[in-house]
Antibody, heavy 120, light 107 residues
Framework: EVQLVESGGGLVKPGGSLRLSCAASGFTFSSYSMNWVRQAPGKGLEWVSSISSSSSYIYYADSVKGRFTISRDNAKNSLYLQMNSLRAEDTAVYYC?????????????WGQGTTVTVSS | DIQMTQSPSTLSASVGDRVTITCRASQSISSWLAWYQQKPGKAPKLLIYKASSLESGVPSRFSGSGSGTEFTLTISSLQPDDFATYYCQQYNSYLWTFGQGTKVEIK
């Protein structure tokens, strides 16, 4: 079964750090670009960051540039998001998602999400 | 940056209704558009890619159309399982942007 499972969310104070992980299974992880997408409570979806299959290309939304770092370990079939200098507005459910060129760079597999709450 | 605007924000409809949701891009995106369905507490699900291609396993009552800057998602006959929020999403050079969402509610 193709699956993505996020972990690492939790409660953190403003200015703090958190590292999210996403474990992939059921497909050749090293062949796909991966995204992080977040959703603030009661709000819409926001793309956060993208990493290509070999980590050659990395992109960030302006809202997180300079604070968040995406990375991956293809040997461990894992995706990561290091979040530093966290703000209240970073509070959201964070999803990892597979980018599939077959579906025109749509995101065809999603994890269940992990919740990040930034509050004092 | 390319902005995506969906309308309406909320739509009230009955089972069996034909439903249309519109998504407009701030500049031409050719056919680099996808549609997702999201239910409360769940991850989004890909419905349509390349503006009009149906993702595998998605019921044929869902269809997409459009190119350039104007796109539509149509549900030909609304089913109880279709009450959800729908998002359009554009892709351009490793940047993705979502519309603000359209909630389809029971009338």
């Amino acid at each position: 079964e193709v699956q993505l499972v996020e972990s690492g969310g939790g409660l953190v104070k403003p200015g703090g750090s958190l590292r999210l992980s996403c474990a992939a299974s059921g497909f050749t992880f090293s062949s796909y670009s991966m995204n992080w997408v977040r959703q603030a409570p009661g709000k819409g979806l926001e793309w956060v960051s993208s990493i290509s299959s070999s980590s050659s290309y990395i992109y960030y939304a302006d809202s997180v540039k300079g604070r968040f770092t995406i990375s991956r370990d293809n040997a461990k079939n894992s995706l990561y998001l290091q979040m530093n200098s966290l703000r209240a507005e970073d509070t959201a459910v964070y999803y990892c998602a597979r980018v599939n060129v077959v579906v025109f760079y749509g995101m065809d597999v999603w994890g269940q999400g992990t919740t990040v709450t930034v509050s004092s | 940056d390319i902005q995506m605007t969906q309308s309406p924000s909320t739509l009230s409809a009955s089972v069996g209704d034909r439903v249309t949701i519109t998504c407009r891009a701030s500049q031409s995106i050719s056919s680099w558009l996808a549609w997702y369905q999201q239910k409360p507490g769940k991850a989004p699900k890909l419905l349509i890619y390349k503006a009009s291609s149906l993702e595998s396993g998605v019921p044929s009552r869902f269809s997409g159309s459009g190119s350039g800057t104007e796109f539509t998602l149509t549900i030909s006959s609304l089913q109880p399982d279709d009450f959800a929020t729908y998002y359009c999403q554009q892709y351009n050079s490793y940047l993705w942007t979502f519309g603000q969402g359209t909630k389809v509610e029971i009338k």
